[in-house]
């Protein structure tokens, strides 16, 4: 958010920056019209190359949400979760996907990303379940779910990877893991924390990671417990395997009971590893604390002291309408603010911190090399209806103008609508493929 008080001229060409050049706040553009007048003349065959005034709305990079969970998302209606634990949503998801058809996953998929972009995102990294204990043809039946579905959705939104090994999974087909990563995921995940075995378990997936040349996206100490701490294990074996820079760790809940000379020291190390780190909010304000009478922990990891350690930290979405967090929607903007709640960030400068937590760090933790707003990288940008980081985040604007791969897929006119036919297609077929149904709970 440097120079927030300049006005800026920016020029695309074949979907790539050409030209990023401060103007005077008064410069007049000879033909340029509003969004709201270009909106309404898109299609009508209007000759030349269009100059569109922004009237000072904020354009920022696509929001790139670096965890997700798209083949859960909208399963609530066929899984539930009463005790609203994380150990009851594992269990009652594990218990149900054997019964999930491909195409039905794929769907998920698609609807979960659509809506996402539809708010803004262009980049996704999503874990997938992996559910070895069922079969080995349960656990393939995601990937080959997810593997279609990216490539689908590929000129639209582009989509990461990552199965997730089950925990304890050194007794299992491991052979399984490595089918997932010739099939051409992006990377491998876990949750090394559930299992009674993690420090061989986090070997194990530093083994394949180093052979299939990938990075390490692993859920890490997501409980209220302080003492749980697979995250030194991680630190050190990313330093001593030398792929610092390549290892993700999510959550990190159990930073947020430790004394502050614990999570202090605990965050050097992840700092001198060269981690990288996300955050969810949202999901870990909804799941943790649960067995605490009052007061009760909330779980949401030290995301200021993380951030000020230099350690590159994004906030993301988690999950989506499904049994282990029953909301979202995959806006990034709610979830930023719901992290300046939760992290009491909410001074000018916290507010910047919060929008590059959704844009160029997850963009860093990604791998993304040219998601800046920079000559000759690409375009991918989401305008908002606001003129500054306060008014964004006091309305989260639902009138949002989203460019993605080359060509605007979302333009807020009258009515928020689908610009690219058959991107309108494939949400109206998603959509109806995952629908919301009358699902009767259990009364206690």
Same mark, same amino acid.
């Given at each position: 958010?440097?120079?927030?008080?300049?006005?800026? =001229?920016?020029?695309?060409?074949? @979907?790539?920056?050409?030209?990023?050049? /401060?103007?005077?706040?008064?410069?007049?553009?000879?033909?340029?019209?509003?969004?709201?007048?270009?909106?309404?003349?898109?299609?009508? *065959?209007?000759?030349?190359?269009?100059?569109?005034?922004?009237?000072?709305?904020?354009?920022?990079?696509?929001?790139?949400?670096?965890?997700?969970?798209?083949? /859960?998302? &909208?399963?609530?209606?066929?899984?539930?979760?009463?005790?609203?634990?994380?150990?009851?949503? %594992?269990?009652?998801?594990?218990?149900?996907?054997?019964?999930?058809?491909?195409?039905?996953?794929?769907?998920?998929?698609?609807?979960?990303?659509?809506?996402?972009?539809? &708010?803004?995102?262009?980049?996704? =990294?999503?874990?997938?379940?992996?559910?070895?204990?069922?079969?080995?043809?349960?656990?393939?039946?995601?990937?080959?779910?997810?593997?279609?579905? /990216?490539?689908?959705?590929?000129? $639209?939104?582009?989509?990461?990877?990552?199965?997730?090994?089950? $925990?304890? &999974?050194?007794?299992?087909?491991?052979?399984?893991?490595?089918?997932?990563?010739?099939?051409?995921?992006? @990377?491998?995940?876990?949750?090394?924390?559930?299992?009674?075995?993690?420090?061989?378990?986090?070997?194990?997936?530093?083994?394949?990671?180093?052979?299939?040349?990938?990075?390490?996206?692993?859920?890490?100490?997501?409980?209220?417990?302080?003492?749980?701490?697979?995250?030194?294990?991680?630190?050190?074996?990313?330093?001593?395997?030398? $792929?610092? *820079?390549? %290892?993700?760790?999510?959550?990190?809940?159990?930073?947020?009971?430790?004394?502050?000379?614990?999570?202090? *020291?605990?965050?050097?190390?992840?700092?001198?590893?060269?981690?990288?780190?996300?955050?969810?909010?949202?999901?870990?304000?909804?799941?943790?604390?649960?067995?605490?009478?009052?007061?009760?922990?909330? @779980? %949401?990891? =030290?995301?200021?002291?993380?951030?000020?350690?230099?350690?590159?930290?994004?906030?993301?979405?988690?999950?989506?309408?499904?049994?282990?967090?029953?909301?979202?929607?995959?806006?990034?903007?709610?979830?930023?603010?719901?992290?300046? $709640?939760?992290?009491?960030?909410?001074?000018?400068?916290?507010?910047?911190?919060?929008?590059?937590?959704?844009?160029?760090?997850?963009?860093?933790?990604?791998?993304?090399?040219?998601?800046?707003?920079?000559?000759?990288?690409?375009?991918?940008?989401?305008?908002?209806?606001?003129?500054?980081?306060?008014?964004?985040?006091?309305?989260?604007?639902?009138?949002?103008?989203?460019?993605?791969?080359?060509?605007?897929?979302?333009?807020?006119?009258? /009515?928020?609508?689908?610009?690219?036919?058959?991107?309108?297609? &494939?949400?109206?077929?998603?959509?109806?493929?995952?629908?919301?149904?009358?699902?009767?709970?259990?009364?206690?």
């Amino acid at each position: 958010m440097e120079d927030e008080e300049c006005f800026y =001229r920016l020029a695309i060409r074949d @979907g790539s920056w050409t030209q990023i050049q /401060k103007q005077e706040a008064d410069t007049a553009q000879p033909g340029a019209v509003s969004l709201e007048r270009w909106a309404s003349a898109l299609g009508a *065959g209007e000759s030349g190359i269009p100059v569109i005034d922004l009237e000072g709305k904020i354009l920022l990079p696509g929001f790139v949400d670096a965890h997700m969970h798209l083949d /859960k998302s &909208f399963s609530l209606t066929s899984v539930d979760n009463l005790s609203g634990t994380l150990e009851e949503a %594992v269990r009652n998801y594990s218990l149900a996907s054997p019964s999930f058809s491909k195409d039905e996953i794929k769907s998920r998929i698609m609807r979960s990303s659509l809506q996402a972009l539809s &708010f803004g995102t262009t980049h996704i =990294r999503t874990h997938l379940d992996f559910n070895l204990r069922a079969s080995r043809e349960v656990a393939l039946r995601t990937i080959e779910a997810a593997l279609e579905a /990216k490539e689908a959705l590929a000129p $639209y939104i582009r989509l990461q990877l990552f199965p997730m090994c089950p $925990y304890n &999974f050194m007794a299992l087909d491991v052979e399984a893991i490595e089918e997932a990563l010739r099939m051409g995921v992006d @990377g491998i995940g876990g949750a090394p924390h559930l299992s009674s075995t993690a420090k061989e378990d986090i070997d194990y997936m530093f083994q394949l990671a180093e052979k299939y040349d990938v990075p390490i996206d692993l859920h890490c100490d997501e409980t209220d417990n302080p003492n749980m701490r697979t995250i030194e294990h991680i630190s050190w074996k990313t330093k001593s395997e030398g $792929y610092s *820079g390549r %290892v993700t760790v999510d959550h990190l809940c159990a930073l947020a009971s430790m004394t502050d000379h614990d999570a202090h *020291g605990i965050i050097e190390r992840m700092a001198e590893a060269g981690l990288k780190a996300v955050s969810l909010p949202a999901v870990n304000l909804y799941l943790q604390g649960r067995h605490d009478s009052f007061p009760v922990r909330r @779980g %949401v990891t =030290r995301l200021k002291q993380i951030w000020e350690a230099g350690i590159p930290i994004a906030v993301a979405s988690d999950n989506i309408h499904d049994p282990f967090h029953p909301f979202g929607r995959g806006d990034l903007m709610q979830i930023a603010l719901i992290g300046s $709640y939760a992290a009491h960030m909410g001074r000018p400068a916290d507010l910047r911190t919060l929008l590059r937590m959704i844009t160029d760090v997850p963009a860093e933790v990604l791998g993304l090399q040219a998601h800046s707003i920079k000559s000759g990288n690409e375009a991918n940008f989401v305008v908002v209806d606001a003129n500054t980081p306060e008014e964004l985040f006091t309305l989260l604007p639902e009138r949002r103008w989203v460019y993605s791969q080359g060509s605007w897929v979302r333009m807020a006119a009258s /009515k928020a609508e689908w610009q690219e036919p058959a991107l309108a297609q &494939f949400w109206k077929e998603a959509s109806e493929q995952v629908s919301f149904h009358k699902h009767e709970f259990a009364k206690g």
